[in-house]
């Protein structure tokens, strides 16, 4: 296992013990909103503390993008890029899918990959060139080749700033060219869950590089496809994500491009 995995694993676990103390009695969670429907908890803030603080002791020089502290730059060509706790809305009602998502950039590419679902306690993991892992078995996207027949994730919008008349027009014409659509609440989660073979595909507009960073390498390493809602590369910059296996994935695209944000 590359050192620099063994170290994410060991600050995501770390986190998940933190984020499973506070499940026991989340009546005593203070909750603030961020913005409208976006709630930060300080077992957010505590979890991402414990794993920058891990990271810090291992690797001092190198940069980090986390959801509740944002970015500190360095002159390093690594940058950690953090989600404390995916599904933080899901955490506060007690549902139980959020997750733990650590992933490593090396000059703007993902090369590490770690989400953790401390519920279910899986582990999945990722090298890049390396293959992807859960519970340290290999896994493989799913192997229905038509959308047709596909179980398919998504993210609805939240934010005041959202389109979600867009977006409902979109919901209405993916529902009807798939099988079933998802939306568990935890981007990172289910972006692992199309890794596993799980889901066989998943799209969202409007997340955040430390959602997709982790689960996009999961994916590609184990056999599918990532990309933007065009169909190119630069998903986390624009916040657009469309994944799967790479028959689903090309089936979804042609839906989703004109959707894009490239082309509006």
């Not at 940069?63 to 940058?79: K, P």
């Not at 977006?167 to 099988?179: D, I, K, N, P």
Request: charged share 20%; proline share 4%.
């Amino acid at each position: 296992m590359h050192p620099m995995l063994n170290v994410a694993i060991h600050a995501a676990l770390g986190a998940a013990q933190i984020i499973h103390r506070a499940s026991g009695d989340l009546s005593r969670l203070t909750v603030s909103k961020k913005q409208h429907n976006d709630f930060v908890t300080e077992v957010d803030r505590a979890s991402e503390a414990a794993i920058i603080d891990m990271l810090r002791r291992a690797y001092p020089d190198h940069a980090i993008l986390a959801e509740e502290s944002g970015r500190e730059v360095s002159g390093s060509d690594f940058e950690w890029i953090i989600d404390p706790l995916d599904g933080t809305t899901n955490f506060i009602h007690g549902f139980p899918y959020y997750c733990v998502s650590i992933a490593l950039a090396y000059r703007g590419e993902v090369v590490q990959a770690v989400v953790y679902d401390p519920n279910a306690n899986e582990l999945f993991t990722a090298t890049r060139g390396g293959g992807a892992f859960l519970n340290e078995r290999p896994i493989r996207v799913g192997a229905r080749d038509q959308l047709a027949d596909g179980l398919i994730g998504t993210g609805f919008p939240f934010r005041d700033t959202d389109d979600v008349e867009r977006y409902t027009r979109l919901f209405v014409e993916m529902s009807g060219a798939c099988a079933g659509l998802r939306r568990p609440g935890a981007c990172a989660l289910d972006l692992a869950n199309v890794a596993a073979g799980r889901l066989d595909g998943f799209f969202e507009q409007g997340v955040n590089a430390w959602d997709m960073a982790a689960g996009s390498l999961l994916i590609t390493e184990a056999g599918g496809r990532v990309g933007d809602y065009a169909g190119g590369g630069d998903f986390l910059r624009l916040g657009e994500i469309v994944a799967g296996n790479p028959a689903v994935y090309a089936q979804m695209v042609p839906k989703l491009a004109g959707h894009s944000r490239t082309v509006q």
